[in-house]
């Protein structure tokens, strides 16, 4: 009978165990909170507007997906200033569009940087970041991108992090989509 009874509770534990997640929640939000901190710091003359907290899921046999939605750079519209003049539309478009790149790089840092800190992670999974950027009404949609997707497998974009941001460049991959 108690062999029965450890039997049973060998298999108990390895059912147990075999559900627990990859990532933990706790884990997943220290990624999350530390993408929104990066993001909200890139400029700090008219910083990003992050469009509520960025949010990642683990996904079995794929990998980690965070994603966020992002406003490169806000309008200077308010209830004093209800209109924008067609100056202000272009400066506007001239300075999401001179952020693009450097928005890329920080990409690139913020999947090696989420490769390191989730180890749990198996290293053949990928990280990937997916910022969805939102335009204004009157913005023209050809001219920029609404989505910029930065991946790479985990063990490949920890290996490039040691090799700094040239390595960076080789193994996270960036789409782009209008």
């Known amino acids: 009978m108690k062999k029965l009874l450890s039997l049973f509770l060998a298999a108990a534990f390895a059912?147990?165990?075999?559900?627990?997640?990859r990532v933990s929640r706790v884990m997943m939000l220290k990624v999350e909170k530390n993408l929104d901190d990066r993001l909200m710091r890139m400029w700090s003359e008219n910083p990003t507007g992050l469009v509520g907290a960025s949010r990642g899921v683990y996904l079995p046999g794929?990998?980690?997906?965070?994603?966020?939605?992002?406003?490169?750079?806000?309008?200077?519209?308010?209830?004093?200033?209800?209109?924008?003049?067609?100056?202000?539309k272009i400066a506007l478009k001239k300075q999401k569009?001179?952020?693009?790149?450097?928005?890329?790089?920080?990409l690139r840092e913020l999947a090696a940087a989420t490769a390191i800190a989730l180890d749990t992670v198996p290293p053949a999974d990928k990280v990937t970041i997916a910022l969805i950027l939102p335009r204004y009404s009157w913005e023209d949609p050809a001219a920029?991108?609404?989505?910029?997707?930065?991946?790479?497998?985990?063990q490949?974009?920890?290996?490039?992090?040691?090799?700094?941001?040239?390595?960076?460049?080789?193994?996270?991959?960036?789409?782009?989509?209008?």
């Open 15 to 21: 059912i147990s165990a075999a559900d627990a997640p």
């Open 62 to 88: 794929y990998g980690v997906v965070i994603t966020a939605e992002v406003n490169l750079a806000t309008a200077n519209i308010s209830m004093m200033n209800p209109t924008i003049t067609e100056a202000d």
């Open 97 to 106: 569009l001179e952020r693009i790149p450097q928005l890329k790089k920080t």
């Open 144 to 154: 920029m991108p609404l989505q910029v997707v930065v991946e790479g497998t985990r």
């Open 156 to 178: 490949q974009l920890m290996d490039a992090h040691k090799g700094g941001i040239a390595a960076l460049d080789q193994v996270a991959k960036i789409s782009e989509s209008n």
